[in-house]
């Protein structure tokens, strides 16, 4: 029997269970079918592509998560809706929906209910908070269909942590170094502890250790996506800029597919807090900002597909063909390029034996977790590792940032020097470098070196945030766009005589503002020459990049 108890709505139920008045339910009518159910009906099961929704205008209907014990999420009585994110991208339903009364309901296809949240302004405020607060409850909860079994020493846990935190599905953890009832657990899956992590998915399927893509297939992320037919645009990224050039090409009825290879938000997801981006004078975590986007995009129609990585493109004739990992790939008469940029990693030998085991590229709450109550080092001297030291310091019993420069204040914001120089948790080291990492299983203590004096210390040191540089994400390309010394695309004035000679650049008119080497492709963000390396910016061109996306479908021609 179900657990009666259902969640505990964190926000006003008026906000999270809404009850439309009787002239919206006569427009959400206008868009459904409705029809009778019948005590006891099934309406939607579990692990079912979530594609419909239901407005209840007599009886009650039900939201029931399965497992060893199955639990009440939800119940909607006359005027009520069920539905939540996974109703808006399709993705498998995390309860079974059946009726515990009879009565009438409306029930909403997803394309209906698309239309509905586009063209009904009222309508869309009421069902859109409602989703964003019931999947915020689902996660910050655990009510999910996944268990995740790890442990803090594991690299593995915590990226698959990450994955799931990112892509707000809501999962339970189970921790091996403080559980003591988890052998049971293991015992009952056939698991030994050197499969961690493990992923139980919708509590039959088990994965050991698995990889990104792995967990989204299982997850039932991309069921809803179809890959088979030509989209007016493709985006290779889903950061600021990439998020931004969907909300705008879905919002103007573009056929749009985004392509992200790990998570929505790229380097802005994983900063702590944003204090200087337009609009948020309390600041935004870059998650929250990359999930509001993410959910504007999905409200507008875009589609996009998680845990998949272009690895290349057929630049010789079009329509583009975007290849991904194990598929045949995409086509798109025209492409955004939004790959975006990685940290820059240490030029020390055993470096990649401590990623995720004491050296980190992100800090967030989970990282920050893991280094409470001690010494962690930040390097860089970038907004990034700022926002990463100041956040760090109120978890952490000191915090060092290190730079190669002789200061802050050609690099990072002049609101976050002064918090630095203020904090009596925070010690800035100049001109200082890490020359090696030491360990067994995890970072153990770390050696410094700071000129001019050439002075080494041996610091022991757990944790290290690594925010230096940029490295942009342009080696799957296989030169079919023009390149800087650097290897970050040029676009537009950018590309020299030669450049578009060496790429035969086929049009009487000059490449546009954004645009690469190649017509109709162009690129945004921190994977663009000469990109301001701010978020705002980055929405910027993202934006714009899309006037210049009608301008290349007007020459090419839309295909029906």
């Not at 050197?194 to 992923?199: E, F, G, K, R």
């Not at 998915?201 to 050991?208: A, F, I, P």
């Amino acid at each position: 029997m179900p657990d009666r108890k259902p969640l505990v709505a964190s926000s006003p139920l008026e906000h999270v269970f809404p009850s439309l008045t009787p002239a919206q339910l006569t427009r959400v009518k206008a868009r459904g079918h409705v029809r009778a159910v019948a005590a006891g009906e099934l309406l939607l099961e579990a692990g079912a592509p979530a594609t419909r929704m239901f407005v209840v205008t007599s009886g009650q209907l039900e939201v029931v998560r399965l497992g060893d014990v199955e639990q009440l999420l939800a119940e909607f009585r006359a005027g009520q809706f069920t539905g939540e994110m996974n109703t808006l991208s399709g993705r498998p339903s995390v309860g079974r929906v059946s009726a515990t009364e009879a009565g009438e309901v409306v029930e909403l296809q997803r394309d209906d209910l698309l239309a509905l949240v586009q063209t009904d302004a009222d309508l869309s405020e009421i069902v859109m908070r409602a989703f964003i607060l019931r999947r915020l409850d689902l996660v910050a909860q655990n009510a999910g269909d996944v268990v995740l079994i790890g442990s803090a020493h594991s690299p593995g846990t915590l990226r698959a942590k990450e994955f799931l935190t990112r892509n707000s599905h809501p999962y339970a953890y189970v921790d091996l170094d403080r559980d003591a009832d988890v052998q049971e657990l293991l015992d009952r899956f056939h698991v030994a502890e050197a499969d961690i992590p493990v992923l139980i998915c919708r509590g039959t399927v088990v994965l050991r250790n698995p990889s990104n893509r792995q967990i989204a297939d299982c997850l039932g992320f991309n069921e809803s996506v179809d890959e088979t037919h030509i989209r007016d645009v493709v985006i290779v990224g889903a950061g600021p800029s990439g998020l931004a050039a969907a909300v705008y090409a879905a919002s103007e009825g573009l056929d749009v597919l985004v392509l992200e290879a790990n998570a929505p938000g790229g380097q802005a997801g994983s900063s702590s807090r944003i204090e200087n981006y337009l609009g948020f004078p309390t600041g935004i975590s870059g998650e929250e900002l990359a999930g509001r986007a993410f959910t504007q995009a999905e409200k507008f129609g875009a589609h996009i597909a998680i845990a998949q990585g272009a690895t290349g493109i057929s630049c010789t004739r079009r329509p583009y063909t975007v290849r991904i990992d194990n598929g045949p790939g995409v086509q798109a008469r025209t492409i955004v390029l939004a790959t975006g940029a990685q940290y820059r990693k240490l030029a020390v030998d055993n470096l990649a034996q401590f990623e995720g085991a004491g050296v980190y590229y992100a800090a967030t709450f989970m990282e920050a977790q893991l280094c409470r109550g001690e010494e962690v080092v930040v390097v860089g001297g970038g907004n990034s590792a700022g926002q990463a030291a100041v956040f760090l310091s109120q978890s952490a019993l000191r915090v060092h940032v290190l730079v190669r420069s002789g200061g802050l204040a050609t690099t990072m914001s002049r609101y976050l020097i002064r918090r630095i120089e203020q904090s009596p948790d925070i010690v800035l080291h100049t001109r200082t470098e890490i020359v090696s990492l030491e360990g067994g299983e995890a970072l153990a203590r770390i050696r410094w070196r700071q000129r001019p004096a050439e002075l080494v210390e041996t610091r022991e040191i757990r944790h290290v945030f690594l925010m230096t540089g940029a490295a942009p994400c342009t080696g799957w390309l296989d030169g079919c766009v023009a390149l800087d010394s650097r290897g970050f695309i040029k676009t537009g004035p950018d590309l020299s005589k030669d450049d578009l000679s060496a790429a035969e650049w086929p049009l009487a008119r000059a490449p546009h503002l954004l645009e690469t080497s190649l017509p109709g492709v162009f690129a945004v963000g921190d994977v663009r020459a000469g990109n301001m390396k701010r978020v705002a910016s980055a929405v910027g061109e993202g934006s714009t990049a899309i006037a210049f996306v009608h301008q290349a479908l007007a020459e090419g021609g839309r295909s029906s």
